[in-house]
């Protein structure tokens, strides 16, 4: 063989390398633009965000909701897929959640998703905005998913998560991903659907059907609004946790959640006056515990007597 037809295979082998290398770059740059246009807001971090803006995770303060037969009974039985955790403002719904995810998770080797709705947040109050999070959590975790994405992706760039179609080709995604058998064993959990001020009617719509329609459980929890009632009294395969009638664990908690504040206080309150603080909290409290941190925060300011 001459040098020339070397050297012309030669060349011809590093065009073929070249193109090979292009396509997969290409392909990667296309995938990574693809997540990241995605993107909304990290509910991981999010998670983080809210327990450390609300002092922090408190195991006494939600772990009776593990030996609760409400939550069992969603937990344990297989025909159970939709869990509602229902209270009044104040109740501490958003940290027995995150509480409930730090739990799950011990166990679940990342099959838990989750979205904190938030109405003070344009990106945390949408219902495709919802979605948007869950599906970047699930595709974030296991990009084997990813297809389902780059596939609607594919056919209008970054407008379709965000134009007036987003919640169809939203919720066709996470339909995608939910039929999927890697999927199978997942539990999504949604905290404060009261907070999605907008699409909140679809959204709840949309996790009713999903409940009956594929196998992963969800967790979602809201106020007691009778709207919120209605749209979800005929849907199937559902248990619902009052927390109004589960007065003795939320009392217990809300003790647990005093005598944490209290401990806050060693450095400002001599010890009589943090035993009558104490007592006030305890008397006045009403199993609420965003009151008890509002008057915390009061007492812990500098300059107060």
Known sequence: MSDYHIGKAANAGNVK???????????????????????ITNPEADKKRIEREKGGLLEDCYSWILYNDNFLQWRDDPEQHLLW????PGKGKTMLLAGLITELEKTSDDNIFYFFCQAARPSHRTASNVLRGVIWLFV?????????????????????????????????????????????????????????????????????????????????????????????????????LHLELNHASISNAVVKFVDSKIERLNSTYDQPNRERIRKHLLDNANDTFLWVALVCQELEKPGDD
Do not use: M
């Not at 390398?17 to 693809?34: A, F, L, P, R």
């Not at 955790?85 to 009044?88: F, K, L, P, Q």
């Open 140 to 240: 974030s975790r296991r990009p084997s998913l990813r297809s389902y994405v780059r596939k609607e992706y594919e056919k209008a760039g970054s407008n379709v998560f965000s134009d007036h179609n987003a919640w169809d080709a939203l919720s066709g995604i996470l339909n995608a991903i939910l039929e999927d058998k890697a999927s199978a064993d997942c539990i999504i959990i949604i905290d404060a659907l009261d907070e999605c001020s907008e699409g909140r009617e679809k959204l709840i719509g949309y996790i009713s059907q999903c409940s009956v329609s594929y196998k992963a459980k969800w967790v979602i929890s809201s106020r007691n609004w009778p709207d919120i009632e209605s749209q979800l009294d005929g849907t199937q395969n559902q248990v619902r």
């Open 17 to 39: 390398i070249n193109e090979q290398t292009n396509h997969i770059y290409g392909t990667d740059v296309e995938k990574d633009s693809c997540l990241k246009d995605l993107y």
């Open 85 to 88: 955790i229902r209270g009044d």
